[in-house]
């Protein structure tokens, strides 16, 4: 599915992503849970997956499958054999036993204490939290007798009893 809407501004379907070009370099991406707006050339994507690992995200393979770009130029140098070879082509000497190590006297006599740790109670932990605007919330009791709320009708020290018309309408807290 290929349709046109301007110059730049075409649409591209494909594994359930719809890929809308916004200019030549920038794509917007629309599948899935989340949707990203891709810059080829700069190597970057809305999701920020695509600017933090260097590695092409799924809004990027999109966009450069509507570009006919391929998804290994978009993929970070420092992911290349080259790289690996450079960063472990220098000798790496062994560390050594503790006691030749050659520690700075301000590390040596600083304490660093571990941090503290809170007895945890048992059961399940408490939640503090709001209740929706939709959610039941608990009514108080309403007495028989003499109408108030807070208690019931066996629990009533009132001597009088209520009409049924001063009976005031349920209360919810």
Same mark, same amino acid.
């Given at each position: 599915?290929?349709?046109? /809407? $301007? !110059?730049?501004?075409? &649409?591209? %379907?494909?594994?359930?992503? !719809?890929? *809308?070009?916004?200019?030549? =370099?920038?794509? !917007?991406?629309?599948?899935?849970?989340?949707?990203? =707006?891709?810059?080829?050339?700069?190597? @970057?994507? @809305?999701?920020?997956?695509?600017?933090?690992?260097?590695? +092409?995200?799924?809004?990027?393979?999109?966009?450069? !499958?509507?570009?006919?770009?391929?998804? /290994?130029?978009?993929?970070?140098? #420092?992911?290349?054999?080259?790289? #690996?070879? *450079?960063? #472990?082509?220098? @000798?790496? #000497?062994? =560390?050594?036993?503790?006691?030749?190590?050659?520690?700075?006297?301000?590390?040596?006599?600083?304490?660093? *204490? +571990?941090?503290?740790?809170?007895?945890?109670?048992? $059961?399940?932990?408490?939640?503090?939290?709001?209740?929706?605007?939709?959610?039941?919330?608990?009514?108080?009791?309403?007495?028989?007798?003499? $109408?108030?709320?807070?208690?019931?009708?066996?629990?009533?020290?009132? %001597? &009088?009893?209520? @009409?049924?018309?001063?009976?005031?309408?349920?209360? *919810? =807290?």
């Amino acid at each position: 599915m290929d349709r046109s /809407y $301007g !110059h730049y501004c075409s &649409t591209y %379907q494909s594994n359930g992503r !719809h890929t *809308l070009q916004l200019n030549p =370099v920038t794509y !917007h991406v629309k599948g899935g849970e989340l949707e990203g =707006v891709v810059d080829i050339f700069n190597k @970057t994507c @809305t999701c920020k997956e695509f600017d933090i690992d260097k590695l +092409p995200c799924v809004h990027a393979i999109a966009a450069a !499958h509507h570009a006919q770009v391929s998804v /290994y130029s978009l993929v970070s140098p #420092y992911y290349t054999k080259e790289y #690996y070879v *450079l960063a #472990y082509g220098e @000798t790496i #000497y062994p =560390v050594g036993s503790q006691s030749q190590w050659d520690v700075p006297n301000e590390v040596a006599t600083r304490v660093v *204490l +571990p941090r503290e740790v809170k007895e945890r109670k048992r $059961g399940r932990p408490k939640t503090s939290r709001f209740p929706s605007v939709d959610e039941f919330r608990k009514r108080k009791n309403l007495c028989d007798k003499c $109408g108030a709320y807070g208690h019931y009708k066996k629990k009533c020290n009132s %001597q &009088t009893e209520s @009409t049924e018309g001063n009976q005031p309408t349920d209360v *919810l =807290v």
